[in-house]
DNA sequence: ATGGCCGGCGCAGCCGGA
């Protein structure tokens, strides 16, 4: 079964882009990030047509995630808990039934952080509480849980091509990096980094040149359970889709799983 | 060596992104 995350930088500017991509890496569950929607002008139809269930969590203008999956989607819940007053859309969770028993999603749109100086990298920092908090509920089930998205978090210095460009940025503050090491150490393996040492981006800035100078990062991270890694078939990343037309600044992460 | 963008909103630029 083969599990994806892409922030895809608005849905409506990213139809064609994003069912291109479904057609050819025909993935069985994705979770997306920033589709800039509500839930009622997502273009579900042209989705569904390729054979997936959509379950949106939308927002107007800013922010958003979906799961689409080629199973039914079940107990889906939307939203981070921990702070009622939190408006963003940034996470969504849903369970599917594998061969194996039940395996559960998390997709998530952590907060960019910038500028340091104002209220958005404590809000980070918080959210990154909250998800560690959550996440530490759900691993108790002792199922295949799998928690991916756009976590924008570059956990280590190989992961930028340029990692002193970013040391005053909210990716790359200490803080950013250790409560995201807080995280993996409830017992998530980062996927990519599981399978390899290589220097690896999933993002590259529209400004600057920097695809075409390669000045990338890896922030689009896959956090397996134990019970999730065990069942590690493989590891990608689709960098060839930020050559494409009207590319989003991310590119789809994905992971096998022989479920 | 250096600088370059894009989407949403809504119809002009501004905000947000990373």
């Known amino acids: 079964m083969k599990i994806a995350t892409w922030n895809i930088n608005g849905v409506k500017a990213r139809i064609e882009t994003l069912t291109a991509w479904l057609r050819e890496a025909s993935p069985d569950i994705v ?39 080629k199973l039914p989607l079940e107990d889906v819940s939307r939203g981070l808990p921990g702070d009622p007053d939190d408006v963003q859309s940034r996470y969504i969770e849903a369970v599917v039934s594998v061969p194996s028993g039940a395996l559960r999603i998390g997709g998530l749109y952590l907060p960019n952080g910038n500028p340091l100086d104002s209220e958005k990298f404590p ?99 896959i956090l397996l359970s134990p019970q999730a890694t065990d069942r590690l078939k493989g590891v990608g990343i689709d960098k060839h889709v930020r050559g494409w037309e009207k590319p989003s600044d991310h590119v789809p992460v994905w992971v096998e799983l022989d479920v």
């Open 31 to 69: 979770a997306l990030q920033e589709i800039k929607s509500v839930d009622e002008a997502f273009p579900r139809g042209a989705i569904e047509s390729l054979g997936y269930n959509v379950a949106t969590h939308g927002q107007k203008g800013f922010n958003g995630v979906a799961i689409l999956s």
């Open 123 to 221: 809000y980070k920092l918080a959210w990154m509480r909250r998800l560690e908090a959550h996440a530490a509920v759900q691993l108790a089930f002792e199922e295949p849980f799998v928690l991916l998205g756009d976590y924008n978090v570059i956990p280590e210095p190989i992961d930028a091509r340029t990692p002193e460009a970013w040391l005053g940025d909210a990716l790359f503050q200490p803080e950013s990096r250790e409560a995201f090491r807080r995280l993996q150490n409830l017992g998530f393996t980062d996927a990519l980094r599981s399978t390899t040492e290589a220097q690896l981006f999933t993002f590259w800035d529209y400004q600057a040149g920097s695809w075409p100078r390669n000045e990338g990062i890896r922030i689009d991270h």
